[in-house]
């Protein structure tokens, strides 16, 4: 079986999702924010402070061009989509899913900003990079999964079924 990727906004799911489906359809999990913070031994928001986005979006993407995986679930980081050479080389053994969810609901789910992680500039809001990302989640799904009002549960029994 091919990879499936799991791509949306942060708080959408994705690790949740990737473990319950992993789980489900029997194949391994692989979570590329975990892989970012044990090479640079610090959570994502130290190396955010310390390199800014569009260094941590470089980071992002030779972790992903590296990554040598089969039968596998992946939950990306959100801002995974931002290189399309990252994106190309996951989806050449890959099936990617865009779990997708309305700002608002994105926006009641992160109760930690400042801690999260979260790929953005200074004076950038999550209504601001949702917009940005948005498309580039369209643009790369292979399947499109509207998790909203639905259990990580649930999500993972969707996608196993359009899978």
């Not at 993407?61 to 050479?85: F, M, N, Q, R, W």
């Not at 109760?111 to 200074?122: F, Y």
């Not at 499109?144 to 999500?155: D, K, N, Y």
């Amino acid at each position: 079986m091919k990879n499936i990727i799991l791509i949306g906004m942060p708080g959408a799911g994705k690790s949740t999702v990737g473990v319950l489906l992993a789980k489900k359809l029997l194949m391994s999990f692989t979570d590329t924010d975990l892989i970012i913070q044990k090479q640079y031994e610090k959570p994502l928001c130290d190396i955010l402070k310390k390199h800014g986005k569009q260094e941590f979006i470089k980071i992002e993407s030779e972790v992903l061009c590296s990554l040598e995986i089969h039968d596998s679930v992946i939950a990306t980081g959100g801002s995974a989509v931002y290189t399309e050479k990252a994106m190309r080389h996951l989806r050449q053994n890959g099936i990617t899913v865009y779990l997708k969810l309305s700002s608002n609901e994105i926006k009641d789910r992160i109760d930690n900003l400042s801690t999260r992680g979260i790929a953005m500039d200074n004076g950038e809001t999550l209504d601001d990079i949702f917009a940005e990302r948005a498309p580039l989640y369209e643009k790369y799904a292979d399947i499109t999964i509207c998790c909203s009002g639905l259990s990580a549960g649930q999500c993972a029994d969707k996608i196993a079924e359009m899978l």
